[in-house]
């Protein structure tokens, strides 16, 4: 069975703070994908980034940043310099790479993230 | 560019109603998904079909029938809605490739009264 847990349920930062959302994973398969969601105030779902099992060369966005550690089964997002604009709920969420998983998508419980100006 | 389509964007039913969720996709994506969001539990897969005429159960799948006549449709109905129902509904389409994205579209809140 695959689990994701973010462990933080809210996080509330003032403007121009760096803010890390932390996301562990549980899986037994060799391959997987890792992914990120933003879900901002008006509900939609939005695709941020996708990691592979085998590549775990971290990524910078701008002002977005993630850190894939297989060692400790961890895909963090870090935001530099936050904005009112980041303030969202973020999901992780994981997917079994073997023909049989049909693309299912497990998603942690999310973080709601508040930016205060 | 429409990507997933949900229809109606809001409802309120009372408990025993039916009613049927509407999920279109233009992306000619061979996977569709149905999840429910409640707050605090992220995004829990209903049902979920791999190509036209095959669907299959997911995490969550009492009180709720889906069918996918068409490649491009993907229908979640409740036959007798009861209040642990009322949620956000979000549709998402993939391709069948492991490492794309699934693609979402913008929720349909229902209310069970």
């Known amino acids: 069975a695959q689990k994701v847990t973010q462990a933080q349920t809210e996080i509330s930062v003032v403007e121009k703070e760096d803010v890390t959302l932390d996301c562990v994973y549980e899986t037994r398969d060799t391959t997987y994908y890792l992914f990120w969601y933003k879900q901002p105030p008006s509900g939609e779902l939005v695709f941020l980034i996708r990691?592979?099992?085998?590549?775990?060369q971290n990524e910078i966005s701008g002002r977005y940043s993630w850190n894939f550690q297989k060692s400790t089964s961890s895909f963090n997002f870090t935001i530099t310099a936050s904005q009112v604009v980041d303030s969202a709920v973020y999901f992780c969420a994981l997917r079994a790479g073997g023909g049989t998983s049909y693309g299912k998508l497990t998603f942690g419980q999310g973080t709601i993230l508040t930016v205060h100006p | 560019n429409a990507g997933v389509t949900q229809t109606p964007k809001f409802r309120v039913l009372k408990t025993g109603q039916s009613m049927t969720l509407l999920c279109a996709q233009d992306?000619?994506?061979?996977?569709m998904y149905w999840y429910r969001q409640d707050p605090g539990m992220g995004l829990r897969l209903i049902h979920y079909?791999?190509?036209?005429?095959?669907?299959a159960k997911g995490e969550v799948p009492d009180g709720y029938n889906v069918s996918r006549l068409k490649k491009q449709n993907f229908l979640l109905g409740l036959e007798s809605a009861a209040p642990s129902q009322t949620s956000v509904y979000f549709c998402?389409?993939?391709?069948?490739?492991?490492?794309?994205?699934?693609?979402f579209g913008d929720g349909t809140r229902l209310s069970i009264l």
């Open positions: 998402a389409s993939s391709p069948r490739r492991p490492n794309q994205p699934q693609h």
């Open positions: 992306m000619n994506h061979e996977y």
């Open positions: 079909s791999v190509g036209e005429g095959t669907t």
């Open positions: 990691r592979n099992s085998f590549d775990e």
